[in-house]
């Protein structure tokens, strides 16, 4: 099974910043047709919050991180980061990254649904 690993998660006070990376597994050499970043507070839902459709290269954001984060890939597409600015207490959640080769089933980008690989969650915490 594919697994994603993920790193940068933290503690940080309201306003500050972190990044966070998701590697592909050592050795795997397959592309992804898309791949992005969820998110899952306490008593929630798994939201998506930011995906790349590698393809076009396209980005796609959830409203309430559109000019905060950015999610971006490396030249060789083996890492997906997301920069995190302006950091909320509303942002305090468990983040997934998440990847699929096909990236099909008419889900949308942002739906969990779509991803068929994901890391193990890096925890970010904002303090207000």
């Known amino acids: 099974q594919v697994r994603l690993v993920e790193s940068g998660g933290g503690s940080v006070q309201a306003g500050g910043s972190l990044r966070l990376s998701c590697a592909k597994p050592?050795?795997?050499?397959?592309?992804?047709?898309?791949w992005g970043w969820f998110r899952q507070a306490p008593g929630k839902e798994r939201e998506g919050v930011a995906a790349l459709f590698t393809p076009s290269g396209n980005t796609y954001y959830t409203d309430s991180v559109k000019g905060r984060f950015t999610v971006s890939q490396d030249n060789a597409k083996n890492t997906l980061y997301l920069q995190m600015n302006s950091l909320k207490p509303e942002d305090t959640a468990m983040y997934y990254c998440a990847a699929d080769p096909v990236c099909g089933g008419n889900y949308g980008i942002l739906n969990r649904n779509t991803y068929g690989y994901w890391g193990q969650g890096t925890q970010v915490t904002v303090s207000s």
């Open positions: 050592s050795g795997y050499t397959y592309s992804y047709n898309c």
